[in-house]
Each structure stands twice: as structure tokens, then as C-alpha cells.
């Protein structure tokens, strides 16, 4: 979706790759993460690489690149980027207002309670109205998790995980029956969505390994056999 | 060797240090006594002689009887002072003073920073050798896994070291100020990479697997009349590298740094039980803080279960104590994935017995969520992470506090928060292995929540049930599962896994065992 960028972000990507650990590159990889932002695109080796050098040399550390690359990783669920960044992060900067409000944001969305993250992140839109397709990346990891978990989820479920109501929701379901292969059933009280099936919400896709025995076990026998 | 202490404390972090006093005061380094003479010669001589086993030897037990019988409280005599038994060769002089330091670090405590600006200044001449000069040597891979692990264990002892600065007097501050560079962290991080780097190797064990070339099937030695020395610290680099990432609270790195040794094949990592012991230690738990739970139990019971095998071959060894210390931290550890990811049937029965002898009590707490369980987690995540530090230097016009808690109570913190995200989750594992169905709303009732609450719990055990692998894959770590339609919650069956196939492999081997035994009884 980006074709205009990749000579630039790739020179980035090399001199990562040339030299990790070069002091030298701070202001580049600083770039590039807004680069990242603009572009839509992500790059978690390079952000480490970042957050790596502000570890070295905290008093290079600016907090709005940090805020930046901690969007990001919040976009990036449901791999564990955020605290992966966190871990990196010196704790007295941590204590920074909007890195506090990020973090809880990341708490409702790893314990799933969507109703209070969407509350959350509305009361701080400056923070992350910076930061280009947000809304979208969440409601992309919300419904990964509605998909691991039900087959048929009704239809406020939903509404309330992706925060989309009324005439907008009715769209996106249209959306998803054409292009993901959802089904809309009618339910007892409201619609009821048929979601994709998956190995996840159809654990009986999932193969069953647990009866075999690795070769290497069975060759411990050969000498007694012999 | 005295090497591959990973844990060892700092000597109570400067100041004080009369109780050795009087033994260092006797002590000249001029003086080399015969026995040190006969043993520079010839270590001297089996090296120009490539003869790696004598060289190992020597390595493995001379130096350790000399220092036992000689040095126990006392350096070594000084490189200068051993020059004239060696032709005065400077590579040679450089691996004596490596041995020199890694004993002093091992034996002599509290050491000064200058003490630990000339270690870091010999380690750098030693590897600059390595990697720009020709170095014609073959050394034992045992004594090369130690120099890249005591160069680690070095930059960690210097970071704890700096940032205890409440303890300081004047001397030492100013001594900080002046070694201001030494076992800096770009430059601790460049050589390693550098090796990595300039030795090809993981070009060498991709070519490898093509079976273009020999590394793994010859332990890594070159019988060609090359040398091994920049492959094999190249190798171990990697591991070294992955083993500082973990220090510094950056994982995804740590692994990435690894990626290259395949931990499913045999390889040069298990020759030495060090390296393969710190391998597999920081791997687990790089993949436990990335909440890759299945990868690390699996890693983690393979080794187990091998040092439950073959820890009596290294009683004598002088890393017999390392040892027993990281086995039993990889309990805990293995406590921990266990209890946050229940998945026993991957566990080796051997294994399963110990872990129930060491941490029966704490798994069952660890399984309630309450205070007590917190206290659990905390106490054995404090027992069994590694000594994390904080990699920048000290600000000496402020203030003065000891930071060398910093880092260790961010990783604390945060593993903690991870446990709280999860404190529900084995409540409703346990409701649910009771019913095949059940509704939101009457689950719900069971655990005293609103419905809305145990959608939301019932997806977090989702979430946190399935990890992404590296390639953005998501797999299932559960050890059962279930599915919602709708308001009806189904649990997919799960009949414990019986593994029939390794049980018999096991009795037949037993049996076979024990019919030997009678075989060999001899009646008079």
C-alpha cells in the first residue's frame, strides 16, 4: 500500500542491519518511525533498535517518539510488541501522563474489555489521532479475538468490541459476508454472526498429534530388538 | 576452570575489603614459582603444537590444581613477569592475562575498576587479534565458551558495580570517571557482533545444512591445519549476544541474535554443558516474557531431563555448582510457564517428579490468584531471572543513589502485570473442565461476574492462550479449548492425553535393564 517509500525506508533497514548497535543511527531511526507513521507501515526490529540506543543514552530519549512507537505496538496486537517496547522503557519514564494512559490502554485490550478501551481511547484522541489507522488496527485485533472464540457471535457483541453501531455496522457486516465469508443469522433477541471457521473456534480442525511417537524415541528400542 | 559463574555476586560492591588485605600485601607478582614456570612452558608448547587435548587438559585441571594449591587468595604472577617462559609472545601473553583476570574476578573480591578497565582493555586486544590478526591457534572449545562467557559475566559484574554508587568513596568515584569508557556497551555489543560477523558463521551453518561444509560433525575444530578460534567465539558470540538482550530486558533481539543455531539439531551449543545450560536457560525465558509458554516448557524439560541423566559426569567439574544453581532456577521457571500455561503432557515424567518434589505447594498457590499467589510468582520470578542490568553510565553530578535495582524491578513489574491479565483465567479452566456445555449466563452466576465480564474473560484466555510465532502465526498453547455459539459455551473435549506409545518405549527399555542385571548375578 505504500510504493512511493520503500527506497528510503529500505537504506534504514540496512544500516540496521550493517550495524545494530551505531549510536550514529539514533536520528535516522527517529525518522523512520515517523516515516512508520505516515506511511502505515511497521517495523518492529527498527523501533527496538530505537528504544535500544535510548537505553544506552537516556537523555537522547524524546517522548514523542516513544509515544509514537508505543501506538504502533498497540497496533501490532495480538503480537506482544507492546511490552516487548515496555520492557525497554526506563520505569521513571513510564510514569509520563499520556505513557500511563497508553498502558491501561494496553491492559483493557489484552483482557479483552473492549467497551472500556474504546471509552478510554476517546477521552484521549490527541494522543492517538496522530497516528494514522488506529481505529482500524484495534478493530482488526478485535475481531481476531472474537474469531478464536466464537463461532457465532451476536450481533451487540460485536458492535460493542469493534465500536460500529447502526447504518456503519450494517455495512462492515455487509463487508465481511462478501469478502470473509461471514453468515448473518437471525437470533432469539438480535442478528447472530456466523464467523469464519479457524482451527480456533473449531478446535475439532485442530490435528491430533498427541498419539505419535517420534522417531528418535523409537530408535532408543532398536538394540533391544536386535 | 573457575569460569561460567554466571550468578556470582559482586564482592559487597566496594569499599571495605580489609579481610583480604593481608594476603595481597605478600603478594608480589613478580615472583613465579617453578611450578607456574613448568606449567607457562607448557601450555606455551602445546599450543604452537595445535595439541588440543594436552592444551585442554592443562586448561581443565592445571591451571584449576595451581590455582587451588598457589592462588587461593592471591593472583596469579604477573604476564610480565611469565614472559620469558613464552618467548615473550603476545598472543600468549594476552590468553594468560585472560586467565589471569578471570581468576582474580573468581577469587579475589572486592576489585577495583581499574582491576576492570585493564580486563576490558586485554579483552579488547585479545579479540582485536582475532579478528584482525592471523591467529594460527586451535584452542579447546570448552576454554573459548568461557572467554565469551566470562566477558559478559565481566560487562554485568562492571554494571552492577557502577551503579551501586551510594557505597563510593571519593577514590573510587573519581577512579569511575577516569575508566569512564571501559566496558561500555556498544563496545561490548560491537565485539560480539563483530565475531559473529567476521567469522561468517551463520553463513557457515546455513552452508552446512546444504552439506557444503563441517562444523557441527567436527565440534567445530578445523583438522585441516586451520585454526577454530574465530569460528567457534563467533559461534558462541551469538549465544553471548542472545544472553546480554536477556540482561537488557530485550528479548525479540535475544532470540533473533540466536536464531541461527537450531535448537531441534544437534549442535556445537551441547558440547560444553555450560554453553548448553545458558543457551537454553535464556532462551526460556526470553520465550516466557514474549508469553511464548509451550516453546519455553518444551526447551526447558529437554534439558531438565538431561542433566537429571548426566549431572553425575560433572561432579568434579568446577562448574558442577553452576550447575545444580541454573538447574534449579529452570525449575522455577518451568513452575511458572506450568502454571500460567497448564501443559503437563509435555512434560517427561522424570522431570514432572522433580518439579513436584521442588514447587508442588508453590504450583498450587501460583494456581489460586490470590496475594499469596502473587507473593509465589514474585519470589520464584526474583529467584530465577537473570541479574538484569541498566547499560547507561552513572550521572556523578547529581545525587548519588544505587540504581542496580532499576532494571531487575522494571522486569518484575511488568511480568507481574502479565500474571495479573491473567489471574482469571484458571477460575474458569477450572469451571469449564466440568461441562461439555454451559451459558454465558450461568457461568457467569458460578463465578460472580456480570455476562459482559466473562465474555471478556472468556476472550482474554483466548488471547493469552495463543501465541505469534515468528512468522506472525498464531498457535494455540491450550490444553483444552472451547468455543462460543452464540450464548452457549461448548468445551471440546478433553479426555487426557494418554501417551501409550512413549510409556511402553520406556518399560521395554527398563525392563531390558533390569534383565541385564539378572543376566550379570552370579550364584557361588
Not at chain 2, 518451568?334 to 500460567?340: E, G, M, T, Y
Not at chain 2, 494456581?367 to 509465589?376: K, L, V
Amino acid at each position: 500500500m505504500e510504493s512511493e517509500q520503500p527506497a528510503e525506508s529500505y537504506t534504514v533497514e540496512e544500516l540496521v542491519a550493517v550495524n545494530p548497535y551505531n549510536p550514529d543511527i539514533l536520528s535516522d531511526l527517529e525518522g523512520f518511525v515517523n516515516d512508520q507513521v505516515s506511511n502505515q507501515t511497521y517495523n518492529l526490529d527498527a523501533n527496538l533498535s530505537l528504544l535500544r540506543l535510548y537505553q544506552f543514552e537516556p537523555e537522547r530519549l524524546s517522548v514523542q517518539i516513544v509515544s509514537r512507537i508505543l501506538i504502533k505496538a498497540l497496533m501490532a496486537m495480538p503480537g506482544p510488541d507492546f511490552s516487548l517496547c515496555l520492557f525497554l522503557i526506563p520505569e521513571q519514564v513510564q510514569m509520563e501522563e499520556q505513557f500511563k494512559t497508553l498502558i491501561v490502554l494496553s491492559h483493557y485490550l489484552e483482557t479483552a474489555r473492549f467497551r472500556q478501551f474504546w471509552d478510554e481511547a476517546s477521552k484521549n484522541r490527541s494522543i492517538l489521532d496522530v497516528v494514522p489507522g488506529f481505529e482500524q488496527a484495534i478493530q482488526m485485533y478485535a475481531i481476531h479475538v472474537l474469531s478464536l472464540t466464537y463461532q457465532k457471535v451476536p450481533r451487540p457483541v460485536l458492535a460493542e468490541a469493534i465500536n460500529i453501531e447502526g447504518l456503519a455496522l450494517d455495512k462492515f457486516l455487509e463487508y465481511h459476508v462478501a469478502n470473509s465469508g461471514w453468515v448473518i443469522e437471525k437470533g432469539a433477541h438480535s442478528h447472530i454472526i456466523v464467523l469464519s471457521r479457524n482451527e480456533f473456534n473449531h478446535p475439532e480442525l485442530k490435528k491430533n498429534t498427541a498419539e505419535t511417537v517420534p522417531f528418535e524415541h523409537v530408535t532408543r528400542i532398536f538394540p533391544v530388538l536386535s | 576452570m573457575a569460569a561460567a559463574s554466571y550468578d556470582r555476586e559482586d564482592g559487597g560492591g566496594g569499599g571495605g575489603g580489609g579481610a583480604q588485605r593481608g594476603s595481597r600485601d605478600a603478594y608480589d607478582p613478580n615472583y613465579v614459582p617453578d611450578s607456574v614456570k613448568t606449567f607457562v612452558t607448557h601450555l606455551y608448547r602445546h599450543i604452537r603444537d595445535k595439541n588440543v587435548y594436552e592444551i585442554h587438559q592443562m586448561y581443565e585441571g592445571g591451571f584449576q590444581r595451581l590455582s587451588d594449591r598457589l592462588f587461593r587468595d592471591a593472583p596469579w604472577p604477573s604476564a610480565e613477569a611469565v614472559a620469558p617462559y613464552c618467548d615473550g609472545d603476545h598472543v600468549f601473553l594476552l590468553l594468560y592475562r585472560e586467565l589471569w583476570y578471570r581468576h582474580a574476578y573468581a577469587r579475589l573480591s572486592p576489585l577495583t575498576a581499574s582491576h576492570r578497565a585493564e580486563s576490558w582493555a586485554n579483552y579488547c586486544d585479545l579479540f582485536s587479534v582475532v579478528l584482525h590478526g592471523v591467529v594460527n591457534m586451535q584452542l579447546p572449545n570448552q576454554w573459548l565458551w568461557d572467554m565469551v562467557d566470562e566477558f559478559v559475566y565481566q560487562f554485568q559484574s562492571f554494571c552492577q558495580y557502577r551503579a551501586k554508587l551510594k557505597s563510593k568513596t571519593e577514590d573510587e568515584l573519581q577512579q569511575l570517571k577516569q575508566f569512564d569508557t571501559a566496558w561500555n556497551v556498544y563496545g561490548v555489543l560491537n565485539y560480539l557482533q563483530a565475531l559473529v560477523e567476521k567469522s561468517m558463521i551463520a553463513q557457515i551453518l546455513e552452508r552446512e545444512k546444504e552439506g557444503l561444509e563441517q562444523f557441527t560433525a567436527t565440534d567445530g575444530y578445523d583438522y585441516e591445519g586451520g585454526s577454530n578460534v574465530l569460528k567457534v567465539l563467533g559461534y558462541y558470540s551469538m549465544i553471548g549476544l542472545l544472553r546480554i538482550h536477556c540482561l537488557l530486558g530485550d528479548y525479540h533481539t535475544g532470540l533473533k541474535c540466536l536464531a541461527p543455531i537450531d535448537l531441534n539439531q544437534q549442535g556445537v551449543y551441547t558440547i560444553v554443558i555450560g554453553s548448553h545450560i545458558s543457551t537454553i536457560y535464556h532462551y526460556g525465558f526470553a520465550n516466557l516474557m514474549m508469553r511464548r509458554y509451550v516453546d519455553a516448557i518444551r526447551e526447558f524439560n529437554k534439558i531438565l531431563l538431561y542433566i537429571v541423566k548426566y549431572k553425575q559426569y560433572h561432579q568434579k567439574s568446577p562448574q558442577y555448582d553452576q550447575i545444580l544453581k541454573k538447574n534449579e532456577q529452570m525449575y522455577a521457571l518451568l513452575a511458572i510457564c506450568l502454571s500460567l500455561c497448564p501443559q503437563h503432557n509435555l512434560i517427561d515424567e522424570n522431570v514432572s517428579t522433580q518439579l513436584k518434589e521442588k514447587y508442588n505447594d508453590k504450583m498450587t498457590k501460583m494456581q489460586r490468584f490470590d496475594d499469596e499467589s502473587y507473593a509465589a510468582y514474585d519470589e520464584l520470578f526474583s529467584y530465577a531471572c537473570p541479574k538484569f542490568i541498566t547499560p547507561s553510565p552513572p550521572v556523578l553530578d547529581q545525587p548519588l543513589t544505587n540504581y542496580n535495582q532499576d532494571a531487575y524491578r522494571l522486569q518484575l513489574k511488568l511480568f507481574l502485570y502479565e500474571v495479573k491479565q491473567q489471574q482469571l483465567l484458571s477460575g474458569v479452566r477450572s469451571y469449564l473442565k466440568l461441562y461439555s456445555t454451559i451459558t454465558i449466563a450461568k457461568l457467569a452466576q458460578y463465578m460472580e461476574v456480570d455476562e459482559a465480564t466473562l465474555r471478556s474473560i472468556l476472550m482474554t484466555y483466548k488471547h493469552k492462550m495463543h501465541a505469534v510465532d515468528n512468522n506472525g502465526k498464531i498457535v494455540s498453547s491450550t490444553d483444552f479449548d472451547f468455543y462460543i455459539k452464540e450464548d452457549v459455551i461448548h468445551v471440546a473435549e478433553s479426555k487426557p492425553i494418554k501417551r501409550h506409545g512413549d510409556y511402553f518405549l520406556r518399560q521395554i527399555l527398563k525392563f531390558e535393564e533390569m534383565i541385564g542385571e539378572l543376566e550379570k548375578v552370579q550364584f557361588d
